[in-house]
């Protein structure tokens, strides 16, 4: 059974900083590739940031240069680093493993103040 589990979600001030990680199980993580995405009230769920199992990763424009994602394939997780928040940061994150079939995490809600 393929489970993804996001932690690492809260309230931040606007400037602040928080790590976001979800652990794998179920799957060959390191064949599969690994991403975030968001989903704001009222928006559709958009890519934030992706990792392929070779490493290579991309970013939406939004966040290029404010965030990182990394994979550790000994621990079957994936991150992302989120630096100078913004409120417009705010969204639900959810964590999302592609290996020709999709899996989606149940989310952790990211809330940056203003």
């Known amino acids: 059974q393929v489970q993804l589990v996001e932690s690492g979600g809260g309230l931040v001030q606007a400037g602040g900083s928080l790590r976001l990680s979800c652990a794998a199980s179920g799957i060959i993580f390191s064949r599969s590739a690994m991403g975030w995405y968001r989903q704001a009230p009222g928006k559709q769920r958009e890519l934030v940031a992706a990792?392929?199992?070779?490493?290579?990763?991309n970013y939406a424009d939004s966040v290029k240069g404010r965030f990182t994602i990394s994979r550790d394939n000994a621990k079957n997780t994936v991150y992302l680093q989120m630096n100078s928040l913004k409120p417009e940061d705010t969204a639900v994150y959810y964590c999302n493993a592609n290996f020709g079939v999709i899996y989606w995490g149940q989310g952790t809600q990211v809330t940056v103040s203003s």
């Open positions: 990792i392929g199992s070779g490493g290579s990763t």
